[in-house]
């Protein structure tokens, strides 16, 4: 039987959280940190390893979250440790060109097929933000459709939501973000089709991008229905507006192409950072060559940023690029596939409905027995169970995602020792839910 709340010394965590609460806002600087939609206090982590995260009470975990991604080698890897050291000995920014900036634009122009030219900034927030501002000076437009549950950042022309029927303009979801703003977003359902089409047929000359997730990892893992992607394509194409795909999460985490390679769909723009950063501040955004020279300093769309291909994210970005090879796609999906069919069985075995999806080494479990296949669908999940769930699986030292609607990511570090590790965690955890 698992071991109680009380079994597991998180102390320090919580003095320190309180300490954070005084001068911080909700005591962490990203709220899904808060483990607030798991009702817990967060950990505070001293140290990390390979597949594994160290508390501040020295409680060791298997660790599924990597940096939300980013780290597709694990923690600490001694090859990317070793080029940031030389980075540092070297100095930390020059904010002038340098030679690995240029390495590292080559190396994503050569690996994701619809790049042609890229841009380096500092997060994929800030990526975004410069995608769609280049979209709409490109096509000369004014309005953006998202779809509901994909993340695209915090800048204020994503932060909108849609209402009844199928869009709602002026509703933003974030106070401070200005209506004019959000009357130029339109949200709509993601793998559904119909009211795109309806939308563009109703504004056919103002939309001046789709956006989208090509996988959704911001509200679990909800991967495009078969012809999704390549519809959206079809469609941007007719009414003469870009595809642009975040694929800040999905880049070089499913491919070396990322998804836009994995499922052979072409967009305008991409967007890119985590894994192109290794664990450091990263964000960049590329795509055809007419569309990136609107850029200055050779266009009028302005971007700059002081910070944009710092010597330490980008030697730390190469080291993880390079230490990619043939094997580690087939690796990492190999053995998410055995998790996940080991999960499958246990939940079978026990008559639990719950819904599982992946793609390539990413995966949510819901708890609905609903197909999951949009946002709408996600928020069927029972959100209690899933905290009760994640507590468990923590104490049995397993670290999830702290939210329902969040991915969970393996890292090249994950071994056979973790994998059966994990099996035999969620065992004990889902037959104490469902006994």
């Not at 320090?12 to 609460?21: D, G, I, N, W």
């Not at 394509?233 to 499913?254: M, S, W």
């Not at 819904?355 to 928020?379: D, I």
């Not at 020792?417 to 065992?427: F, M, Q, R, S, V």
Request: proline share 4%; glycine share 8%; with cysteine.
């Amino acid at each position: 039987m698992p071991e109680t709340l009380t079994h597991k010394n998180t102390s320090e965590s919580l003095k320190l959280f309180e300490r954070a609460c005084n001068v911080i806002p909700g005591g962490v600087n990203s709220p899904v940190r808060s483990f607030k939609s798991v009702e817990s206090n967060p950990l505070f982590i001293s140290k990390a390893k390979d597949a594994f995260i160290w508390d501040v009470d020295n409680n060791k975990y298997i660790d599924f979250v990597n940096s939300w991604g980013a780290l597709i080698h694990g923690h600490a890897h001694e090859k990317v440790i070793i080029e940031i050291e030389k980075a540092l000995a070297k100095g930390t920014s020059y904010g002038a060109p340098h030679e690995n900036e240029l390495e590292l634009c080559e190396l994503i122009v050569q690996s994701v097929p619809s790049i042609e030219k890229v841009r380096l900034v500092n997060s994929g927030t800030e990526a975004v933000m410069t995608a769609l501002r280049l979209a709409k000076a490109y096509t000369k437009r004014n309005k953006i459709v998202k779809f509901s549950g994909c993340y695209h950042g915090h800048s204020d022309s994503v932060l909108s939501m849609s209402g009844s029927g199928f869009a709602t303009f002026g509703i933003p979801s974030s106070p401070g973000v200005s209506k004019n703003t959000a009357n130029e977003t339109i949200t709509l359902p993601y793998n559904e089709l119909f009211s795109l089409e309806l939308i563009l047929n109703k504004y056919p000359n103002d939309i001046a991008a789709i956006i989208v997730e090509p996988v959704m990892a911001n509200a679990g893992v909800i991967p495009p229905i078969k012809g999704y992607l390549e519809s959206l394509r079809t469609i941007a194409n007719k009414f003469h507006c870009l595809l642009i795909f975040d694929e800040v999460i999905t880049g070089f985490r499913l491919s070396k192409g990322g998804a836009q390679e994995k499922f052979n769909v072409m967009p305008d723009l991409t967007t890119l950072g985590k894994i192109i950063g290794g664990g450091m501040p990263i964000g960049a955004v590329g795509g055809k060559k007419e569309i990136m020279d609107l850029l200055a300093p050779i266009g009028s769309v302005y971007q700059a940023g002081t910070l944009s291909g710092n010597p330490i994210s980008v030697a730390c970005g190469l080291a993880t690029l390079k230490s990619i090879d043939k094997n580690t796609y087939t690796y990492l999906e190999e053995t998410t596939n055995e998790l996940c069919e080991e999960v499958s069985k246990l939940n079978d075995k026990l008559g639990a409905n719950l819904t599982l999806n992946k793609t390539g080494s990413m995966f949510s479990l819901f708890f609905t027995k609903e197909r999951v296949t949009s946002f709408e669908k996600a928020k069927l999940s029972n959100t209690k169970s899933f905290a009760q769930f994640f507590k468990l699986m923590l104490l049995n030292g397993i670290y999830l995602a702290p939210s329902q609607f969040e991915a969970n990511f393996l890292s090249t570090a994950f071994s056979k020792e973790e994998l059966t590790k994990t099996i035999e965690a969620y065992k004990n955890s889902i037959t104490e839910m469902f006994k």
